[in-house]
């Protein structure tokens, strides 16, 4: 009888660690908790995956701002931006980096709300009741005066050494997120430059690359949708660094 309760008693405790186990991998709603992040660094995470919103309104905001710059269709006056970089852009993108400074996730909680900050900013340059177009716009004449592509150039600048800080802190996360960053490097340091040298050819050409840091960071943002079953799809991010590294 001895035996059979020492052996009963075993078989309860690994039936309880086993269920401790199963615990852990659930999340507060009861749903399996997934640390997956594609295109991001790993963490631990108990809620939603912010990263896809993030990513996606990061896209939408730099697709336009580029569709817009290369002047398709002819379109010159860029207003229709406005809406889309305040809200989707700019609410959207810095609830996505809140969502990741609760998730304990440093690199999404500081990129997130800085590129949602970017978005405010760039769309606040054509909203009038700031004041800033009519700032650098010339009484007499009603021109744009040289200084505001001057200006344009430092707020480039300014953003090519910030996002320069976040392509060196995307090393060893993923190819796709890297590749994102490191386009959107050359694309500012295109802009600034073609702000300072006063070239609409460079201008386009900046813009142009624009295209291909919307393709990579819409791609980086459906591998987060469409993962952990919630579709048939499977997209590779390409990770930079192996699992045990």
């Known amino acids: 009888m001895a035996r059979t309760s020492s052996s009963d008693d075993v078989n309860v405790e690994k039936g309880n660690s086993s269920l401790n186990h199963l615990e852990k991998l659930r999340t507060q709603g009861g749903h399996i908790a997934s640390t997956d992040q594609p295109s991001l660094p790993v963490v631990h995470r108990r ?5 896809p919103l993030g990513l996606l309104s990061f896209a939408t ?3 336009l701002i580029s569709i817009l710059g290369v002047h398709a269709r002819g379109i010159q006056t860029p207003n229709v931006l406005v809406g889309v970089l305040m809200f989707f852009g700019g609410v959207c993108q810095f609830i996505a980096g809140i969502m990741e400074f609760v998730a304990g996730n440093t ?3 500081t990129v997130f709300p800085s590129y949602a900050a970017f978005n405010f900013s760039y769309a606040m340059i054509f909203i009038p009741g700031t004041g ?16 505001f592509n001057e200006a344009l150039a430092m707020y480039c ?8 800080i976040y392509t060196v802190a995307a090393m060893r996360s993923s190819w796709v997120l890297f590749l994102t960053l490191f386009f959107l490097d050359v694309e500012l340091l295109l802009l600034a430059a073609g702000y300072m040298a006063n070239s609409s050819k460079i201008l386009v050409a900046a813009n142009s690359i624009g295209f291909i840091v919307g393709f990579f960071a819409y791609w980086a943002g459906c591998a987060g949708l469409w993962a952990d079953g919630l579709t048939p799809i499977t997209l590779p991010v390409f990770p930079m660094s192996k699992k045990d590294d």
């Open 157 to 164: 600048w300014a953003w090519f050494i910030l996002t320069m």
């Open 47 to 51: 809620l939603a995956n912010p990263a």
């Open 107 to 109: 690199f999404g909680a």
């Open 61 to 63: 905001g730099i697709f």
């Open 132 to 147: 800033i177009i009519a700032s650098y716009t010339d009484s007499a004449t009603g021109q744009l005066r040289p200084e």
